[in-house]
Each structure stands twice: as structure tokens, then as C-alpha cells.
């Protein structure tokens, strides 16, 4: 079995590029990807402010459901924000496209850098969370916690890899059963709290904690502020649908826009129902059992549907690291494409996903698992801080927006570098709560950033800055490497290059593509130069070039084969064993293969290597002669 036939059999036969408008989403199945970190956080959050509230004892726990209204409030912020950028922001991008539009390049870049960090806690955080039920569960599995969690990630990478519909169907499963095991706790522990139905009343506990110390003041203040930045946990994953705008079903926006509206629905619903009833019930925090445990039990008993939602809350916060796996490949291809991270984050695999992305945060998630031996209470600290960075400068990004818009006329539109804006009405009301939802997220953000320091958080006000330097050092690569290949100030009558081959494969005419081709000509009368293309705007950008460059070009023959896949190797292989058994059966054919080589050896980390593949794929036949003519560029890495 060859390696093409064995990654066919793991992740499924390979789909056509034209065939992407099937493979979206719809609202169903959307809400299960895109929705599952936001909706599990529920599962954590009330404890998390209860957790720092009952160090003033079990009577401090009365301002749980204060907290949590007001986190409930930001989390109204934050949704009306990102619905503000899906619709003016189609393309998707969230942050990082709303900080680029208006704010700039630094702004982005470290909007992106901390999303980044974000999802790879997430998932780590998520699979560490759903390792601990496991463990609780089974406390013989314990020793084997590290492994259980690598599996675990291998396992979602694998079937995100499997495409986003097939993956979108795998992770419903969870997510529905989830929030419907929480509404119908939730609606029987209302009832029997209100004595809906005749429904027997709830039984209270009657625990009482003695404070640990008496706070006043300032101190005071502190410690409420550090139970809502507890309970700000909520809000990770709202970000998520923004950057995947354009994995919906058409129309993208709106769609995207309703999933999004449906998200905040469902976590406001559980947020302050659990936070209800568990004040109610006078729940204290444990270490032995969560509150949502207690809560279920106590409401419930230890039956069908205490069991039905211990399990699949289990099974979702599994799954809320999938949210990181959609949303980092899809801002690694932003990132990418603006040369910010290396160019093959921007190749989508055999099913349609952006396979280079799933497989880079499998690997950086393992590595962090394994650091913190699968621990989450260890790597909390560095949780959330990213994303709430990102929300503030995406808060501040459309705060501007609507600035930009305020100064427009009806009918009016203004072209920015990302988007066209139009006048709006409302922009005046619009831009005070992107301006509210700023600050406050920015105040949540330093709240997390100082009471978190030394507990960790240092560790992402380190690598959030390394980051950033990483995206410039990139980009600064990379514009080394389009200088050395521009063709701008090439005077085609005048370029004086050294050869090319019989076949010669190229993606693009520049310097090195040409210096190949004038290599080519000596070598034979028969000179053919390859491109496959795969739609038309690629077909006439090659046109144009070709033409352009028509002295340097001449005795030659252009070859544009279309083709639907991502894979362009096959078509080229395809073309030259055609020539070689079809055209010319037993004679040698040459194939010469242009690649630009960086100075330093890591610096073709950035690129595809796709003329190395190419002449490992080529060496197999015996009547083909391979020539490589490199294209040397200095590089600064």
C-alpha cells in the first residue's frame, strides 16, 4: 500500500476544489463546532466565581448571582460586537482582520499572536478538563492521564482532518446532548424551586463556611473583581465564529450571524440558571465535586439525567478543544497569506480543511500537555488572557469602524484595504457599546494579567511578545524573497539568463522561473513550460505574464493544464509521463525543475518545498532526467 493510499484510508478519498461550497455548514451543524468552548465554560464558570467568593465564607456566595448577570452582560457586549464584525467582515478574520482595517499592523498582529496562545490553551485546557472526569470516573486510569489525553487530541485532529462536515456531524453528538441535559435540569430545578406543577421543593443545604479572612474596602473590591474575571471564563470561544465566516452555508454572514446569536442565547441561559439555583441551594464549592455535580444531583437525584449530564459533560469539554481546531488553522491562513506565519499554513488538504494548521496545534498542544502532565488546574492561569487581548482590540478596532462610518453620507461608501463600509443609522449607539465593551474587556484582561502573574500568567506576557517578533521575522523573509524574484524593473529585451528545460513546471513567472526557461532553450528546440491552473483568475494572471515577458518566452510552448484539486504535483506528473511514454516511448526527456534557495538552510522552513517533492516523485522513472536550476537569495534568517 503506497502513502497516498494509506492517508486515503485514515481521512477519506480526496475532494474536488469546486466541490467547497458542499463541504460548509449549516446553522446545526455550526453551532456544535463553533459553539462547543463558549457552551462548556458553563460547566466551570459559576464555580469559578464561587471558588474566589467563599473566601469570604458561604455568605459571601449571595453575590454569585450578581456576578454572574454582570458577566452574562459581557457576554451580551462581546456577541453584539462580533455580530457587528461578521457583518461588516464577511471574509472572516474576526480580530485580526478588525485590528488590521482600523487599528494597524501591530495592533493585529498581536491580536492574532493572542488568539493564537488562546486556542492552543484551549485545547490543552479542554482535553486536560475531560481527562480529569475521565480519571474521576475511573481513578485507575490516573498513571495513564498523559496518554489518554494525547489520544484524545490525535483523535479530534484526525476527524477534523476528515473535513468540516463530517467533523460538524461527530461533534453535535455532545454539544445537543449537553444542552439538553442542562435545560431539562435546569427546568426541573426551577420548578421544584418555585413549586411549579406540584413539583416536590428543593432541599437546601445547610453547610455553613466560616470566613477565611474579613476583607473592607478596596480589598474587598478586589476580591469581587477577581470572581468576575472568574466567571469571564464564559466568553472563551465567542470570537470563534467570527474567523470562520466563510465555513457557513450561503449566506455566510447571516448564518453565521444567527449561530452566533444562538451561542449567546444558550450560555446566558445556562450561565444564570446554574448561578440561580446554586446560590438557592446555598452549594459551596468543592474539591471532591463540582457544583455542577451537586447542582444535578441535588435537583435531580442520582439518576437517568444526573448520569446523562456527567457524561456528556464529559464528552464536551472533549470537544470544546475542536473550537481551537477550526479557529487556529483559519487565522493561520490569514496570517499566512499576509505573510506573517510560513506560506504552506494557506494549503487546504485532500478534504477541504487547512490540514498544515490541525496538524502544527496537534503538536504544540502535545507538547504542552505533556509539560504540564496533563494538569489543568496548572495551566488555568495562562487561560483566557489571550482571548480577552483579543476582544478588546477588536472592541476598539469596530469602536473606529463606526467612527470611519460617522463621517460617511447615505448612500456613501468608503473603501478600506479589507472591506467596502456604508452608511448606517445607529452608528452613534453602536459605537458606545463597542467603546463600553472596550474598556471593560481591556479592565478584565489586566485583572486576569495581575492577580494571575505569579501563578503563571507571566508565562503568556512572555510568549505572546515572542510571537509577534516571530510574525515580523517572517514577513520580513518574505519580502526579501519577492524582491529578489520581482520582475518590476526587468527589462524582458535585456534579460540575459542561463537555461531551462525540455518540460519545465512552473507556478509563476518571475526571475527564477525565467532563468530556468533560458536555460531550458539551450538544451532543446522543444521547450514546454508547465502551469497548472485552477480557475480562471489564476489561468489569466499566468496569461498576462506570459505575454509580458513574450522575448523571453519566444520557441517555446505554454501548457496551462486546469485542474480541480489541491495537489498540483499529480497533474504534473501525470503530463510528463504522458510525454515521456506517449510522445517519446524509451527516449530520455529532461525536466527542469527552477527553485529559489534561501542563503540559510531554516529559512526554507517558510516554503512549500514543493520542487523537492517534485523531484523525489520524478526519480522513480528511469527515462526522465532531472535538472534543478536554483535561484540563490540572501536571507536574513
Known amino acids: 500500500m503506497e502513502l497516498s493510499d494509506l492517508k486515503h484510508f485514515f481521512i477519506g478519498d480526496p475532494f474536488p476544489s469546486s466541490r467547497e461550497s458542499h463541504e460548509r455548514l449549516d446553522k446545526i451543524r455550526g453551532l456544535a463546532i463553533f459553539a462547543s468552548d463558549t457552551i462548556s465554560s458553563n460547566a466551570y464558570a459559576t464555580e469559578a466565581i464561587m471558588t474566589v467568593l467563599i473566601i469570604l465564607g458561604s455568605g459571601a456566595l449571595a453575590m454569585t448571582l450578581p456576578i454572574a448577570l454582570a458577566v452574562a452582560g459581557l457576554v451580551l457586549l462581546v456577541v453584539f460586537s462580533y455580530i457587528q464584525t461578521i457583518l461588516h467582515y464577511p471574509d472572516g478574520g474576526g480580530s485580526y482582520t478588525v485590528a488590521k482595517d482600523n487599528l494597524g499592523e501591530l495592533p493585529a498582529l498581536m491580536a492574532a499572536a493572542a488568539l493564537l496562545v488562546d486556542y492552543i490553551m484551549t485545547v490543552s485546557v479542554s482535553t486536560a478538563a475531560g481527562v480529569r472526569a475521565v480519571t474521576s470516573a475511573f481513578p485507575e486510569a490516573y498513571p495513564y492521564r498523559i496518554l489518554i489525553a494525547l489520544v ?182 490569514f496570517l499566512a497569506r499576509d505573510n506573517y506565519l510560513p506560506r504552506w499554513f494557506q494549503n487546504r488538504g485532500d478534504r477541504l480543511v487547512f490540514s498544515s494548521g490541525i496538524f502544527a496545534l496537534a503538536l504544540i498542544s502535545g507538547v504542552m500537555l505533556i509539560i504540564f502532565r496533563a494538569d489543568e488546574i496548572k495551566m488555568l492561569p495562562l487561560y483566557a488572557l489571550g482571548v480577552m487581548m483579543a476582544f478588546s482590540l477588536s472592541q476598539s478596532g469596530m469602536f473606529r469602524l463606526m467612527g470611519r462610518i460617522a463621517h460617511l453620507k447615505p448612500g456613501e461608501t468608503l473603501k478600506t484595504q479589507v472591506t467596502t463600509i456604508h452608511y448606517e443609522s445607529g452608528w452613534h449607539w453602536k459605537r458606545a457599546v463597542n467603546a463600553v465593551g472596550a474598556v471593560v474587556t481591556f479592565g478584565v484582561f489586566l485583572i486576569l494579567l495581575l492577580t494571575k502573574f505569579l501563578e503563571g500568567a507571566w508565562i503568556i506576557a512572555i510568549i505572546i511578545p515572542l510571537v509577534i517578533s516571530f510574525f515580523y521575522t517572517v514577513n520580513k523573509h518574505y519580502e526579501r524573497v519577492s524582491h529578489a524574484l520581482s520582475t518590476h524593473d526587468l527589462d524582458p529585451k535585456n534579460f540575459s539568463g542561463v537555461a531551462d528545460v525540455v518540460i519545465v513546471p512552473i507556478a509563476d513567472i518571475h526571475r527564477g522561473s525565467l532563468l530556468a526557461l533560458e536555460y531550458a532553450k539551450r538544451l532543446s528546440k522543444d521547450v514546454r513550460v508547465l502551469s497548472i491552473v485552477s480557475d480562471q483568475a489564476s489561468r489569466d494572471h499566468i496569461m498576462e505574464r506570459w505575454e509580458r515577458f513574450s522575448d523571453c518566452t519566444s520557441c517555446t510552448k505554454l501548457e496551462l493544464v486546469n485542474y480541480d484539486f489541491r495537489d498540483v504535483l499529480t497533474p504534473i506528473v501525470d503530463y510528463i509521463i504522458h510525454v515521456n511514454t506517449v510522445e517519446f516511448p524509451h527516449k530520455l526527456i529532461t525536466v527542469v525543475i527552477p527553485e529559489f534557495i534561501p542563503e540559510r538552510w531554516i529559512a526554507r522552513f517558510f516554503h512549500n518545498q514543493t520542487a523537492s517533492q517534485l523531484r523525489w516523485r520524478l526519480r522513480q522513472f528511469k527515462d526522465i532526467v532531472i535538472i534543478e536550476v536554483p535561484f540563490k537569495i540572501d536571507s536574513d534568517i
Open 152 to 333: 484524545s487530541v490525535s483523535l479530534i485532529a484526525w476527524i477534523n482532518l476528515r473535513g468540516v462536515r463530517e467533523s460538524g456531524a461527530v461533534f453535535a453528538v455532545p454539544t445537543y446532548g449537553f444542552v439538553l441535559g442542562m435545560l431539562v435540569m435546569l427546568a426541573i430545578g426551577m420548578a421544584r424551586y418555585f413549586g411549579w406543577f406540584g413539583a416536590a421543593p428543593l432541599i437546601y443545604n445547610s453547610e455553613v463556611v466560616p470566613p477565611m479572612t474579613s476583607l473592607a474596602g478596596f480589598a474587598l473590591i478586589w476580591l469581587v473583581l477577581r470572581a468576575f474575571s472568574g466567571g469571564c471564563t464564559a466568553l472563551t470561544g465567542i470570537e470563534a465564529i467570527s474567523n470562520g465566516v466563510k465555513a457557513f452555508k450561503k449566506p455566510e454572514s447571516k448564518n453565521a450571524a444567527t449561530v452566533m446569536v444562538g451561542m449567546a442565547v444558550i450560555a446566558m441561559v445556562l450561565l444564570i440558571g446554574i448561578a440561580f439555583l446554586s446560590t438557592k441551594l446555598n452549594l459551596v464549592p468543592e474539591e471532591s465535586e463540582s457544583i455542577l455535580s451537586q447542582l444535578t444531583r441535588d435537583v435531580t437525584g442520582t439518576g437517568l439525567i444526573y448520569f446523562w449530564v456527567q457524561i456528556f459533560t464529559a464528552g464536551i469539554l472533549f470537544m470544546a478543544a475542536n473550537t481551537g481546531f477550526q479557529d487556529f488553522p483559519r487565522l493561520s491562513f
